[in-house]
T-cell receptor, first 117, second 113 residues
Framework: GAGVSQSPRYKVAKRGQDVALRCDPISGHVSLFWYQQALGQGPEFLTY????????KSGLPSDRFFAERPEGSVSTLKIQRTQQEDSAVYLC???????????????FGEGSWLTVV | GNSVTQMEGPVTLSEEAFLTINCTYT??????LFWYVQYPGEGLQLLLKATKADDKGSNKGFEATYRKETTSFHLEKGSVQVSDSAVYFC????????????FGSGTRLSIRP
């Protein structure tokens, strides 16, 4: 597609429920990132994929968070047993080059707004 | 580790005023620097970028110069418009394996007609 597409745009989950957030990156983009943005804060890095390989998952806040990109294109961020502190916007981003090319542009999707009640 | 510190908001200006939003960074090596903008209800958009020292990024009347000696990347615009009201994020991206973008906390800008 023309841009990074995320779904669902809005999700309300009951505490303890599992959720799955989907990201369709720009076609052909090698790198894919997930970020978490709490209300009034800047985006915080969660994890990074280069093709299907998850090269950095240092930002995942707990083992309840899991991300995959099995075929190197679409990615899913899964949150198990959601807690109220998981309420945030989850941003997906992609770029056309791999690690080591810091100047290339990273394109963001509009985000998935998760509210845990 | 790498980090970004930007001017806290909110910032409120009158239309046609001069804008400066300060941003400083800490990083090893030679990161690339970015300003992203988030309009109400929309996703993050790249506003401008600079990839090496003394580069000037510019777009939509906004400018920022990569100053390695002061580790700064301040955002400026000579005459703001109501449509510039948004949240602005300064960010950096390292080289090598450190390819993630690190964001500042954001500065909310409101322009009065």
């Amino acid at each position: 597609g023309a841009g990074v597409s995320q779904s669902p745009r809005y999700k309300v989950a009951k505490r303890g429920q599992d959720v799955a957030l989907r990201c369709d990156p720009i076609s052909g983009h090698v790198s894919l990132f997930w970020y978490q943005q709490a209300l009034g804060q800047g985006p915080e890095f969660l994890t990074y994929f280069q093709n299907e390989a998850q090269l950095d998952k240092s930002g995942l806040p707990s083992d309840r968070f899991f991300a995959e990109r099995p075929e190197g294109s679409v990615s899913t961020l899964k949150i198990q047993r959601t807690q109220q502190e998981d309420s945030a916007v989850y941003l997906c981003a992609s770029s056309s080059y791999g690690a080591g090319t810091g100047g290339n542009t990273i394109y963001f999707g509009e985000g998935s707004w998760l509210t845990v009640v | 580790g790498n980090s970004v510190t930007q001017m806290e908001g909110p910032v409120t200006l009158s239309e046609e005023a001069f804008l400066t939003i300060n941003c400083t960074y800490t990083a090893t090596g030679y990161p690339s620097l970015f300003w992203y903008v988030q309009y109400p209800g929309e996703g993050l958009q790249l506003l401008l970028k600079a990839t090496k020292a003394d580069d000037k990024g510019s777009n939509k009347g906004f400018e920022a110069t990569y100053r390695k000696e002061t580790t700064s990347f301040h955002l400026e615009k000579g005459s703001v418009q109501v449509s510039d009201s948004a949240v602005y994020f300064c960010a950096l991206r390292g080289t090598g394996s450190a390819s993630k973008i690190i964001f500042g906390s954001g500065t909310r800008l409101s322009i009065r007609p």
